[in-house]
């Protein structure tokens, strides 16, 4: 990784096409290798399953879908809820 930030800070100032060169292959390298141990460490955890039933813990933490979307909330002049009003602004949107 540190070789392949040293290259890509040289290219940006040289803009040398012999050092682009050398900067894609050291960074396929690194893709290849991060992808290898990543399939390698989700091949051990699929074997350690039948002994190991943590592995929920891993799938649960990749596959968990977030919402970030909150209960929606409208107040009147006054503070209170004006739920009429919102079913009718609703209403007309999808008409």
């Given at each position: 990784?540190?070789?392949?930030?040293?290259?890509?800070?040289?290219?940006?100032?040289?803009?040398?096409?012999?050092?682009?060169?050398?900067?894609k292959?050291?960074r396929?390298?690194?893709?290849?290798?991060?992808?290898?141990?990543?399939?390698?460490?989700?091949?051990?955890?699929?074997?350690?399953?039948?002994?190991?039933?943590?592995?929920?813990?891993?799938?649960?933490?990749?596959?968990?879908?977030?919402?970030?979307?909150?209960?929606?909330?409208?107040?009147?002049?006054?503070?209170?809820?004006?739920?009429?009003?919102?079913?009718?602004?609703?209403?007309?949107?999808?008409?």
């Amino acid at each position: 990784m540190h070789k392949k930030h040293r290259l890509w800070k040289r290219w940006i100032s040289t803009k040398d096409k012999a050092v682009l060169k050398e900067y894609k292959k050291v960074r396929n390298h690194a893709k290849r290798e991060m992808v290898k141990l990543t399939q390698q460490e989700q091949h051990r955890i699929s074997m350690d399953c039948k002994k190991n039933l943590k592995v929920w813990q891993y799938v649960n933490k990749h596959t968990a879908s977030r919402s970030n979307v909150g209960d929606l909330k409208w107040l009147d002049s006054d503070g209170n809820k004006n739920l009429a009003e919102i079913d009718t602004e609703c209403q007309s949107v999808w008409r």
